[in-house]
C-alpha cells in the first residue's frame, strides 16, 4: 500500500474517547460535597489527566435516598484552568472537599445499584457516557458502607429542581407500582440543595 494509500488514523468523538479510552487515564483528582452524608445527595466530581497536561471530567449528582444518578456532565480534554474555574465555580454553592477515587467511586455505584434496585433508571448521560470514567465494579475496588435510602433504607423522593410536577408524579406513581403503597416515603416542590446550571452546557 502506497503512502497516499494509507488511511489517517480514526480520531474519536469526546463520547467515544471516555467510552473506550477514559480508563487508561491516570486519576488527577476527586471532589464531593462536605456534607453528603447527612443530605444523601452527593455531588462528586472525577477528573483524569491527559498526557499533554488537559483534564477529562464528569460529575455526577447522586441522590443516595432514592434517584440514584440524578443528572450528570462531563468535559472533554480541557486546560487545568478551566476544570479550575469549574471547581470554583461549584464550590460556590458547595463546599467541596478532595477526596480519594475509591470513595467516589463507592458513591456513584451504590447510588446506582440503590435506585435500579427500586426500578429507576439513571440520568441518560450516565449510562451512555459518563459511567465509563469509572472503574468496573470489581473486588479491586475496596467496598464501603455508603448509606441508602432514609430510616431502614426505606426510599425518599424529595422533588427536585431537575424534577417538574408531571415527572414528580410519574416517579411517585413508578415507585407505588414497583414498592406498593406506604413503602416509601415522597415530598414534593422542594429545591434541590446541589443542584447547578452547569449541568445545562451539554
Given at each position: 500500500m502506497s503512502?497516499?494509500?494509507?488511511q ?5 468523538s ?5 467510552r473506550?479510552?477514559a480508563r487508561?487515564?491516570?486519576f488527577?483528582?476527586c471532589?464531593?460535597?462536605e456534607?453528603w ?7 462528586v466530581?472525577i477528573?483524569r489527566?491527559?498526557?499533554?497536561g ?13 434517584l440514584?444518578i440524578?443528572?450528570?456532565f ?5 486546560p ?13 454553592r ?5 477526596c480519594?477515587?475509591i470513595l467516589a ?11 435500579e434496585d427500586i ?12 459511567r465509563?470514567?469509572l472503574?468496573?465494579?470489581?473486588n479491586?475496588?475496596?467496598?464501603y458502607?455508603?448509606?441508602t435510602?432514609?430510616?431502614g433504607?426505606k426510599p425518599?423522593y424529595i422533588q ?22 406506604g ?10 440543595p446541589l ?8
Open positions: 503512502k497516499k494509500q494509507k489517517s488514523p480514526k480520531i474519536l469526546p463520547e467515544n474517547y471516555i473506550q479510552r487508561n487515564l491516570p488527577f483528582k471532589y464531593v460535597n456534607e452524608e447527612d443530605h444523601g445527595l452527593a455531588h466530581t477528573a489527566n491527559h498526557v499533554n488537559n483534564i477529562t471530567f464528569c460529575s455526577y449528582l447522586v441522590d443516595l435516598k432514592c440514584g440524578k443528572d450528570t462531563y468535559q472533554f480534554n480541557v487545568e484552568y478551566e476544570f479550575d474555574e469549574y471547581k470554583e465555580k461549584l464550590n460556590l458547595l463546599d467541596l472537599i478532595e480519594d477515587y467511586h463507592n458513591i456513584v455505584y451504590a447510588g446506582w445499584v440503590y435506585a426500578g429507576l433508571q439513571p440520568h441518560k448521560d450516565f449510562q451512555s457516557v459518563t465509563y470514567m472503574e468496573e465494579d470489581t479491586e475496588i475496596p467496598l458502607d455508603i448509606t435510602g432514609g430510616d433504607g425518599v427536585g429542581a431537575f424534577e417538574d410536577d408531571a415527572m414528580a408524579k410519574m416517579i411517585v406513581n413508578r415507585l407505588e407500582k414497583k414498592l406498593g403503597p413503602n416509601f416515603d415522597y415530598v414534593l416542590s422542594v429545591d434541590d443542584y447547578d446550571d452547569s449541568y445545562d452546557e451539554n
